[in-house]
């Protein structure tokens, strides 16, 4: 166990649909990034925040959005879902922004139908 | 842009047979790469940070080394619960913190 979290595990939805996919860091970690899997791709990194700002951006499309709350907690926004939007997220801490070693949790398994 | 190739994509070994997975990069600048083992539908369990040229690390049965192009993921007397996808991932010194991973390469262990 990591000690990151994630909810929910699986979620299925439709094409057209908006998502709420959320993650807990690890205690005292700062950092949080964000990643997609799927069967082709491989992971893809797409967004990290460090301690509520935005640091840096991967090949996130425009219709996700994230962001990082005064918890630490952070969300990631899917909207106008596409089939292609099918994969697993992985959300990934670490203590901060200089610490190399990053951290990934269980990951929700995303279906689009 | 930073680049991570594993080879080979699957290995199948008896139990106790060792072998080694490959992990090849190009990238700006090391800062560190990483060894991750990924069980099927489960987030990526760190392994190893190697930072410098000729740095070893090991655990249990696993060691990794690095060399300037690339790092070796060496796996003596595997048992079946070493089956896995070993997944390689660099990070560089500029730019942003984003991990670059490779493809991974697929372990079974057969009894």
């Known amino acids: 166990d990591s000690g990151v979290t994630q909810t929910p595990k699986h979620l299925i939805t439709a094409t057209g649909q908006r998502v709420t996919l959320r993650c807990s860091p690890r205690s005292g970690d700062l950092s949080v990034y964000w990643y997609q899997q799927s069967l082709d791709q491989g992971l893809q990194f797409l967004i990290q925040?460090?301690?509520?700002?935005?640091?840096a951006k991967g090949n996130i499309l425009e219709r996700f959005s994230a962001q990082q709350f005064p918890d630490l907690h952070s969300e990631l926004n899917l909207s106008s879902l596409e089939l292609g939007d099918s994969a697993l997220y992985f959300c990934a801490s670490s203590v901060d922004e200089g610490e190399e070693t990053q951290y990934f949790g269980p990951g929700t398994r995303l279906l689009v139908l | 842009e930073d680049q991570v190739t594993q080879s080979p994509e699957a290995l199948r070994l008896q139990e106790g047979e060792s072998s080694s997975l490959n992990c090849s990069y190009t990238v700006s600048g090391l800062r560190g790469l990483f060894w991750y083992r990924q069980d099927p539908g489960k987030g990526p369990e760190f392994l190893f940070t190697?930072?410098?040229a000729g740095e070893e690390k090991e655990k249990e049965r696993l060691k990794a080394t690095l060399t300037k192009k690339e790092s070796f993921l060496h796996i003596t007397a595997p048992k079946p619960e070493d089956s896995a996808t070993y997944l390689c991932?660099?990070?560089?010194?500029?730019?942003?913190?984003?991990?670059?991973f490779g493809t991974g390469t697929r372990l079974t262990i057969i009894p």
């Open positions: 925040y460090y301690n509520g700002e935005e640091r």
């Open positions: 190697l930072y410098s």
């Open positions: 991932a660099v990070l560089a010194n500029f730019g942003n913190e984003k991990l670059t």
